[in-house]
C-alpha cells in the first residue's frame, strides 16, 4: 500500500513487470551485452553495472516517496529501473566471472571457481531470507530515514557501491 512505502500493485501487476523484464534480458544477453563487451571491455562494464544497479536500486526504494500516487508515473519508473537493473546484473555476474578466474593464482583456478561458486549460491540462498526479514522489520519501524523502509534498499545499494570498490583493488591480468 501507498503509506506503508508500497506501490500498490497487485499479483498481475507485478507478473507484467517482471515479464517485460524477463523480455528485454533475453533481447539484451543475446544482441546488446557483446558489443558492449568489445567496446568497454569486460572489468570496466562490470564496474560500471556495480554502480548502475546500486542507482536503479536506490531509485526502486524512493519512487512511491518520488511518485506519489502517481502509477503511471510508478509504473514508468518500476520498469524502467528494473530493465536496466537487469541488464546491468547480467554483465555484472558475466563480469564477476571473468574477474574470478583473472585473479586465481595459476594452478589454482579450478579451487578458485568452486569456491566462488559455493559462496555465491549460499548467498543466493541467504540473500531473499536475510532481505525479507530486514524488509519486514523496517517496514513496521517507526524508524526515521534511513531506517525505515528505505533501508533495504540502501542496504542493497551499498553493497553494490562496496563491490565497485573492491573490484579496483583486483589484480587483473587481462581486460577482454
Same mark, same amino acid.
Request: charged share 10%; net charge neutral.
Given at each position: 500500500?501507498?503509506?506503508?512505502? @508500497?506501490? /500498490? ?5 507485478? /507478473?507484467?513487470?517482471? +515479464?517485460? *523484464? ?8 543475446? @544482441? ?9 571491455? =569486460? ?8 554502480? &548502475? =544497479? ?8 524512493? #519512487?512511491? !516517496? ?7 508515473? $510508478?509504473?514508468?519508473?518500476? &520498469? ?6 537487469? $541488464? ?5 555476474? =558475466? /563480469? %564477476? ?20 561458486? #559455493? *559462496?555465491? #549460491? ?7 531470507? +536475510? /532481505? ?5 522489520? *523496517?517496514?513496521?519501524?517507526? #524508524? ?7 533501508? $533495504? ?10 563491490? !565497485?570498490?573492491?573490484?579496483?583493488? %583486483?589484480?587483473?591480468? =587481462?581486460?577482454?
Amino acid at each position: 500500500t501507498w503509506d506503508r512505502g @508500497g506501490l /500498490g500493485f497487485d499479483a498481475s501487476g507485478i /507478473g507484467v513487470v517482471l +515479464m517485460v *523484464t524477463g523480455i528485454t534480458l533475453v533481447i539484451f544477453q543475446l @544482441g546488446v551485452f557483446a558489443p558492449l563487451t568489445r567496446r568497454f571491455g =569486460t572489468t570496466q562494464l562490470m564496474r560500471a553495472s556495480t554502480l &548502475i =544497479t546500486a542507482a536503479s536500486i536506490a531509485a526502486q526504494g524512493f #519512487s512511491s !516517496f518520488l511518485l506519489e500516487p502517481s502509477i503511471i508515473g $510508478c509504473w514508468a519508473l518500476l &520498469i524502467a529501473t528494473e530493465l536496466i537493473k537487469a $541488464c546491468a546484473l547480467a554483465a555484472l555476474f =558475466t /563480469g %564477476c566471472s571473468v574477474l574470478v578466474n583473472d585473479t586465481a593464482p595459476p594452478g589454482q583456478l579450478g579451487a578458485t571457481n568452486g569456491l566462488a561458486q #559455493s *559462496t555465491g #549460491s549460499l548467498f543466493r540462498a541467504l540473500g531473499p531470507f +536475510m /532481505g525479507g526479514a530486514i524488509f519486514e522489520s *523496517t517496514l513496521n519501524s517507526a #524508524s526515521p530515514f534511513p531506517f525505515n523502509y528505505y533501508f $533495504c534498499f540502501l542496504l542493497q545499494a551499498a553493497i553494490m557501491v562496496l563491490t !565497485f570498490v573492491v573490484t579496483l583493488y %583486483c589484480p587483473l591480468r =587481462t581486460d577482454d
